[in-house]
């Protein structure tokens, strides 16, 4: 893990954002991309009639918030002796991330962490570069960017393709991780168990446990934010399973539950 790439925009998240990307600067000794999007309805305005049409207003009101912005996490980069670059794009975040992301080892976002807080476009942004990215993606808690690399790492495991995609890009990661616990919710998959992720993990050095969890009433996005509090884990691994946007918007039930009240960073792969 080497390249990563953060976005940067003038949002809620973005400190968390920016203190997690120092953080892993700093144990992967990793080049960051700062990444501007520049969605053409920043620019627009709208006339009684129906009509659209660019406002160099607005497009110059844009411009100087980015570049204020930009300036700012520039120098706290280089305060804290980070390399980087920069990259600013037209087009939706969403679009401007997974374009500039095709030599990124991982892509840093944000989600909710809040129960009051319903679905908004920071999640539908995670979920779009989540299920069309091949990086992965390490989400942290809009309010709180702190990443723990040397505490307890939990993996959750079900035997698909995405649980197996997340866990192969966490290996960074879980190196460093003082524990690592693979659980499982429910019955364990006989064709793949568990038990398998854990004999890859040790082929990478990486000793963990199995912790597997009764399926009951919750569903298995509540049942693994229960694990993850009850472990004081330090992040969580987890694949992300896509839907349509009909279904659950584009996240399906498990992913979108925890990006919704995870109290920890999660690193995600579809």
């Known amino acids: 893990m080497k390249t990563g ?6 949002d809620r998240g973005g400190d968390a954002r920016l203190d997690a990307a120092v953080q892993l600067a700093r144990a992967f000794d990793l080049h960051l991309t700062g990444t501007q999007a520049a969605p053409l309805s920043a620019y627009a305005m709208a006339d009684p009639f129906g009509g659209v049409y660019p406002s160099v207003k607005l497009f110059t009101e844009h411009e ?3 570049d204020a912005t930009r300036a700012a996490v520039e120098a706290r980069l280089r305060d804290e002796g ?3 670059d920069w990259v600013r794009g037209a087009g939706s975040p969403a679009t401007v991330l997974l374009d500039q992301s095709r030599l990124s080892d991982v892509i840093i976002l944000s989600h909710l962490e809040s129960d009051e807080g319903g ?3 920071e999640l539908d942004l995670v979920g779009d570069v989540a299920v069309h990215s091949r990086a992965p993606i390490l989400s942290v808690p809009y309010d709180n ?3 723990d690399l040397e505490g307890t790492a939990l993996v959750a495991w079900n035997a698909s393709f995405e649980a197996a995609q997340a866990l192969r890009f966490a290996v960074p990661l879980l190196s460093r991780a003082a524990r690592v616990q693979i659980v499982t919710i429910g019955d364990d998959a006989p064709e793949f168990p568990a038990a398998g992720a854990a004999a890859y993990l040790s082929h990478h050095g990486i000793q963990s446990e199995l912790l597997p969890v009764p399926r009951g009433e919750l569903s298995v ?8 509090i009850d472990s004081r884990s330090s992040f969580a691994v987890l694949g992300a399973y896509g839907h349509s946007r ?3 918007r584009i996240l399906g039930g ?3 539950e925890m990006l919704l009240r995870s109290p920890k960073p999660l690193l995600l792969a579809h």
Do not use: S, Y
Request: charged content about 30%; proline content about 0%; hydrophobic content about 50%.
């Open 5 to 10: 790439l953060l976005h940067v925009a003038e």
């Open 64 to 66: 100087k918030r980015q």
């Open 82 to 84: 980070v390399a980087f």
């Open 119 to 121: 679905w908004d476009a």
């Open 145 to 147: 960017g702190t990443l």
């Open 221 to 228: 996005g509540e049942e693994l934010l229960n694990v993850i």
């Open 246 to 248: 009909i279904r659950e």
């Open 254 to 256: 498990a992913t979108r």
